[in-house]
């Protein structure tokens, strides 16, 4: 998620196996759309046809307080999914909170759209909130649950031909990011990293069932923790090492088609030592080759550099920081492997679209076919740092979800999906 300030429990085997749904992933090859499962294969993604895969796509929040993919009350699912549709996209990148899945298992149960956005928003205000979700799409009710709407907005990115990339965003459902929340490092306040799992095992077998969860990103935006210190103190990438790839064991076991997603340090800004095989700590490498799901494994970074002057800072800072990843040439990358650019964006509502940091990742991107998905979708919030129906000036829409924010930002948006593609 674009940053505020942008820096350069387990439960019981049995108890466990009946909270997670029953679904059986069958990676044998689809005859048909979407041409699953994707691999890995050198620097690129590959469908079962063997052809390249580049995703073009869009962040669509769904991991804030109200723990809903956002929006709804203004436009029905299929409407947002036909606009995203039309700008030649081909990807969302979904995203979620841990939260959601430990409500499930600690609290109760799915929560219902009532009971979240009654939470979030107040009983008054959620009940309003709810009734226009309910307008909008008729199919829900207000006991339709959370992972319901999320099973919905697949099921329509189906129907419409468009993959879903599911993200972790955060632990605790809110706004994300800063190095206070929390939720920044494994082991801090809300991060537990046994609940995170369990998450990751529940999400993706619920994933399988949708037909067109194609990929997960393991965790949003790693950072340091200001305000812990017994957690700081273990941020490296000896710490990171462990815990991702054994969530990423977690997840190819309930689910073997997807890929799997590895963001890096500093808000996932640097995935540098990974690319180079490097010793991150007592000698654990990240060796891709090694792992029992190295086909799956795909690298993100995230770029916010808006005000930048040269595209030459940003490019050469991309490529030491893990783009090097996809330079075949390059006898110091130990792992060759494709890099997506899961967050980028800027403010819609002037004229950045043409400025140095926007065309420096059309070109850039464009000619390293390595795909992207633009933060964000919406043009408000149902509630944000406590401000509800918060606008988003970043968003693609305008505030109420009924057009583009900017049609010249939307031209540019599709330009870059031809140049990619």
Request: aromatic share 12%.
């Amino acid at each position: 998620m674009r940053l505020s300030t942008l820096l350069p429990l387990a439960l019981t085997t049995s108890a466990l196996a009946s909270a997670i749904p029953n679904v059986e992933s069958s990676s044998k090859k689809r005859a048909s759309w979407p041409y699953g499962p994707f691999v890995s294969s050198g620097r690129y993604i590959h469908n079962s046809l063997g052809e390249n895969v580049t995703y073009v796509g869009v962040n669509w929040p769904g991991a804030a307080d109200a723990m809903i993919p956002e929006g709804l009350q203004y436009q029905p699912i299929s409407k947002i999914v036909s606009d995203i549709k039309s700008l030649g996209m081909n990807v969302i990148r979904l995203t979620y909170a841990v939260e959601m899945v430990d409500d499930i298992f600690d609290n109760g149960g799915d929560k219902t759209l009532l009971a979240s956005f009654q939470n979030a928003l107040g009983t008054a205000n959620g009940l309003t909130v709810v009734n226009k979700i309910i307008a909008n799409n008729p199919s829900f009710t207000q006991s339709t649950t959370r992972v319901q709407v999320f099973d919905a907005v697949a099921a329509e990115c189906k129907k419409q031909g468009i993959y879903v990339h599911l993200d972790n965003h955060i632990s605790k459902g809110e706004w994300c990011c800063s190095l206070t929340d929390g939720n920044g490092w494994f082991g801090d306040t809300y991060f537990n990293v046994t609940k995170w799992k369990r998450g990751w095992e529940f999400m993706a077998k619920r994933g399988a069932s949708w037909g067109n969860l194609m990929s997960v990103g393991l965790r949003n935006e790693p950072r340091d923790t200001s305000n812990n210190a017994a957690v700081s103190a273990t941020y490296n990438w000896e710490t990171w090492y462990t815990h991702m790839t054994s969530a990423a064991s977690t997840v190819h076991t309930a689910n073997p088609d997807v890929l799997i997603f590895f963001s890096g340090l500093n808000y996932d800004t640097t995935l540098a030592p990974i690319t180079l095989g490097s010793d991150l700590g007592s000698g654990s490498k990240f060796i891709a080759s090694s792992f029992p799901y190295a086909n799956k494994i795909v690298l993100e970074l995230h770029n916010y550099q808006t005000t930048a002057t040269s595209c030459s800072s940003i490019t050469s800072g991309l490529y030491n920081g893990g783009y090097n990843a996809m330079d075949t040439t390059n006898t110091a990358v130990k792992n060759i492997l494709p890099v997506v650019m899961t967050e980028w964006g800027h403010d819609e509502t002037n004229s950045e679209y043409s400025g140095v940091y926007a065309t420096c990742l059309k070109s850039y991107l464009g000619g390293l076919k390595g795909g992207w998905m633009v933060w964000a979708l919406g043009g408000s919030y149902y509630i944000r740092e406590g401000t509800q129906d918060s606008d988003e000036t970043w968003g693609l829409y305008n505030h109420n979800w009924t057009a583009w924010r900017s049609d010249p930002a939307i031209a540019a948006i599709k330009s870059m999906v031809t140049a990619t593609l």
